[in-house]
């Protein structure tokens, strides 16, 4: 009897996958012939493949690759990791209302951290009462290293995706916002606003109103702890302020100064100067401001916000190696954290933490067995599928509301780059079935619109 059970349940789920696999043959039909596509559908409930279509052929996951920076991430560091800025000093003996020594603001990849994080900082210090600092303001953030900008994410690619710093320290995404005016008469300087504002910061205003369209082109750079905004070229009148965001290319150096400002504008004296440099092995801890791990990676999957996600590769890099955070230690940290569980294959290959870059590699396979991996993982589930976004409902899922089935029955990742469209995640059926889904197509042709509804179909 048992024998006979077997059989005809093995018999309905063949019938099953061959009625899948029927539909899907016919939903990839309509792609172009130059179109790549790969495909591993899964069952959630005990990792049987339920389809396959190209799953151990590496592709370019876009922003896919989201998905192993922030399962690394949890995996690695813990759902209760918290991502800090911190305010210390090298006095340890704080009396009478004065640091004899150097203030530091240090960064451990607090990506979020912005002014009014700052602001907080400053309360709590005021709390000990302190009145003056006879030494330096210091931003230090040697927990990551240098390279603030990646030269492997390629020129047509980098049009499109513009990264502010990544840093250990940041503050405001390290950037600035100009804000700029032409309402008055032709040829005349354009008005200009500037948040934060700071008294290191100084304007070379040299645009003008113009009758015709003309475009700014702003530049800023550091001298003697002076910021110096350069604005050129010029902006066609009208009644609308125009604003810009502005990298910064210092950022340690920036934070420090405007956490000088920020402290003699609250009446705290600071005898020193604003500088760069590392905090000492001996410290005292004044305040901190941080982020919790699931807080950060569904800032990261909801939205599929690249800076956030290098910021966090970074984090993996310094926290895996316990070394300067850094790409090669965080590629290091992803491979190793899924290997010996057969997620990742030869195939893989992750060289940042966003997606952007094309010399990330990885099959569907590889993206559906992790997923597979975190579904059945009581301890990291729950921060994990928070993080991605439902269909039809929020992040960068939410304007895919063409089917009305799947409008909060998928939860998962987008991916786009040009010529890449990708999605993958966790698809609950009509019959309350629960699959794992990765669908990555390489294009040349028809768009990703169009490639996008074919992942719908495929999904429905």
């Given at each position: 009897m048992t024998k006979t059970i077997f059989i005809f349940l093995l018999l309905v789920s063949l019938s099953l996958n061959a009625q899948i696999n029927s539909k899907l043959q016919k939903i990839i039909s309509d792609l172009p012939a130059s179109t790549n596509v790969a495909i591993s559908i899964l069952n959630a409930k005990n990792g049987e493949i339920i389809l396959e279509k190209n799953s151990a052929i590496p592709m370019i996951p876009a922003?896919?690759?989201?998905?192993?920076?922030?399962?690394?991430?949890?995996?690695?560091?813990g759902k209760e990791h918290l991502f800090d800025t911190r305010l210390l000093t090298d006095d340890e003996e704080i009396s009478n209302g004065i640091i004899n020594g150097n203030i530091y603001i240090k960064g451990f990849g607090n990506s979020t951290f912005t002014t009014n994080d700052l602001d907080t900082?400053?309360?709590?210090?005021?709390?000990?009462?302190?009145?003056?600092?006879?030494?330096?303001?210091v931003g230090d953030d040697s927990y990551f290293d240098k390279l603030y900008t990646r030269?492997?994410?390629?020129?047509?690619?980098?049009?499109?995706?513009?990264?502010?710093?990544?840093?250990?320290?940041?503050?405001?995404?390290?950037?600035?916002?100009?804000?700029?005016?032409?309402?008055?008469?032709?040829?005349?300087?354009?008005?200009?606003?500037?948040?934060?504002?700071?008294?290191?910061?100084?304007?070379?205003?040299?645009?003008?109103?113009?009758?015709?369209?003309?475009?700014?082109?702003?530049?800023?750079?550091f001298n003697n702890n002076r910021l110096l905004v350069k604005v050129n070229g010029g902006l066609r009148k009208r009644n609308r302020s125009s604003s810009y965001v502005v990298n910064i290319d210092n950022p340690p150096l920036y934070f420090a100064l405007l956490l000088k400002e920020k402290l003699e504008n609250n009446g705290i004296k600071v005898l020193g100067n604003p500088q760069v440099g590392k905090t000492p092995e001996n410290f005292e801890e004044i305040?901190?401001?941080?982020?919790?791990?699931?807080?950060?990676?569904?800032?990261?999957?909801?939205?599929?916000?690249?800076?956030?996600?290098?910021?966090l590769f970074k984090s993996l890099g310094a926290y895996y190696s316990?070394?300067?955070?850094?790409?090669?230690?965080?590629?290091?940290?992803?491979?190793?954290?899924?290997?010996?569980?057969?997620?990742?294959?030869?195939?893989?290959?992750?060289?940042?933490?966003?997606?952007?870059?094309?010399?990330?590699?990885?099959?569907t396979g590889s993206i559906s067995r992790l997923l597979?991996?975190?579904?059945k993982d009581q301890i990291y589930y729950e921060d994990f599928y928070k993080s991605l976004s439902i269909y039809g409902v929020d992040g960068t899922l939410k304007d895919r509301s063409s089917n009305l089935f799947l409008t909060g029955n998928f939860k998962g990742k987008t991916g786009t780059l040009n010529g890449v469209t990708a999605i993958s995640g966790y698809l609950t059926t009509k019959s309350n079935t629960n699959y794992i889904v990765s669908i990555i197509m390489e294009f040349k042709e028809k768009g990703a619109s169009f490639h996008k509804n074919i992942e719908d179909k495929i999904l429905i």
């Open positions: 922003s896919n690759t989201k998905l192993f920076t922030t399962a690394t991430a949890l995996y690695l560091m900082l400053i309360i709590k210090l005021k709390e000990y009462g302190i009145k003056t600092i006879t030494g330096n303001i030269d492997d994410w390629i020129i047509d690619e980098r049009a499109n995706v513009k990264l502010p710093p990544v840093s250990a320290l940041v503050i405001n995404k390290n950037q600035y916002v100009i804000t700029l005016n032409s309402k008055d008469q032709y040829g005349t300087k354009l008005k200009y606003s500037i948040r934060p504002d700071a008294n290191f910061i100084d304007v070379e205003m040299n645009a003008k109103v113009t009758k015709f369209r003309a475009y700014p082109r702003i530049t800023s750079s305040a901190s401001q941080g982020i919790k791990i699931g807080e950060l990676i569904s800032l990261i999957n909801k939205n599929s916000n690249n800076y956030l996600a290098e910021c316990g070394e300067e955070g850094n790409s090669f230690y965080a590629t290091q940290a992803v491979l190793s954290t899924f290997v010996e569980d057969n997620v990742i294959d030869d195939q893989t290959a992750v060289v940042d933490g966003s997606g952007i870059s094309r010399f990330n590699t990885i099959t597979y991996k975190v579904y």
